[in-house]
């Protein structure tokens, strides 16, 4: 599992954990991550005292605290220093309790009044979605990145994202239900038309989502025109599915390519994705399908 930690200048997490936990928390913030959370935390890989400063500044800097409760953290003489620390500088703390456990008295009374987010073991076993949703409702958004609208502006052309959805008619199977989608389109500054260059539709059965959560601009030098800057978004796609069924959620991270983007036709293309989580043969075969729609919406658009 990559390890990576929140490296920029805005509010972030600081998640106090147990080592022995690190496998199922680190499942837990990756997934998060992927929502365009700001998270910092000791990844373990370390040595000398200078460590225990950098705990302390990024503790000192962070907007609040995501504690892990297990019979290992509430042991941690680590996470109470932490935790301890923490309350001093009067950082708001979450606790996430990932087991069924009774606190110790000492920190019973230094949590107080903290929300706590009990987590049951089908959020953890079956649904990373529905741990992480209860995660997200309780955090501040401004732990979360946001890109700004339009996400880039160029010399000819605004680039924007947003959700869209239509209404299935009556008549259909899905009468009455919304049909979620995204869009990519362009705004000429100089004669403000607004053109469409790309839209993806998800199929009916799925609730979609999206988080933007990178956005970078690469100089071809060998493009050799006014017109060689390419952008790269990284999306984060989540589908939940809007029934009770055997069907996954899941996460597919996008890589996706704009090129041309000063003319009134910028080419988007697919990179790379990926699959986030494990998945059984029947559901594989499913996610197989939605990969396949990705990939030919992409063709279809250019």
């Not at 990179?271 to 399908?289: L, M, P």
């Amino acid at each position: 599992m990559i390890e990576k930690v929140y490296q920029g200048t805005g509010p972030y997490v600081f998640v106090s954990y147990s080592h022995k936990d690190k496998d199922l928390v680190l499942e837990i913030i990756n997934s998060l991550m992927l929502c365009a959370c700001n998270i910092w935390y000791d990844t373990g890989l370390h040595a000398g005292e200078d460590w225990n400063i950098e705990i302390a500044e990024h503790l000192f800097n962070a907007e609040c605290v995501l504690f892990f409760v297990t019979s290992n953290s509430i042991q941690s003489e680590y996470v109470k220093d932490e935790l301890n620390f923490a309350k001093s500088k009067q950082k708001k703390i979450y606790p996430i309790f990932l087991e069924n456990i009774t606190l110790p008295l000492s920190l019973e009374l230094l949590l107080g009044r903290a929300q706590a987010i009990i987590c049951s073991d089908g959020d953890i076993s079956d649904s990373r979605f529905k741990l992480r949703d209860k995660i997200k409702k309780n955090l501040p958004n401004n732990v979360f990145q946001t890109i700004s609208d339009p996400f880039y502006a160029g010399e000819h052309n605004l680039f924007y994202l947003k959700n869209t959805s239509y209404e299935f008619p009556d008549g259909t199977y899905f009468a009455g239900e919304e049909h979620n989608s995204f869009e990519i389109s362009i705004v000429n500054s100089s004669n403000e038309n607004n053109t469409l260059i790309y839209r993806y539709q998800a199929r009916p059965a799925y609730d979609m989502s999206y988080s933007l959560n990178n956005v970078s601009v690469f100089d071809d030098p060998y493009f050799c025109d006014v017109d060689s800057s390419v952008l790269f978004l990284s999306l984060a796609l989540t589908f939940s599915g809007k029934y009770p069924t055997s069907l996954p959620d899941l996460d597919i991270v996008l890589t996706i390519a704009i090129s041309r983007i000063e003319s009134s036709s910028p080419r988007v293309t697919l990179v790379d994705y990926k699959c986030k989580g494990n998945f059984s043969d029947r559901e594989q075969a499913f996610i197989n399908g939605v990969v396949h729609d990705i990939e030919q919406s992409f063709v279809k658009n250019n």
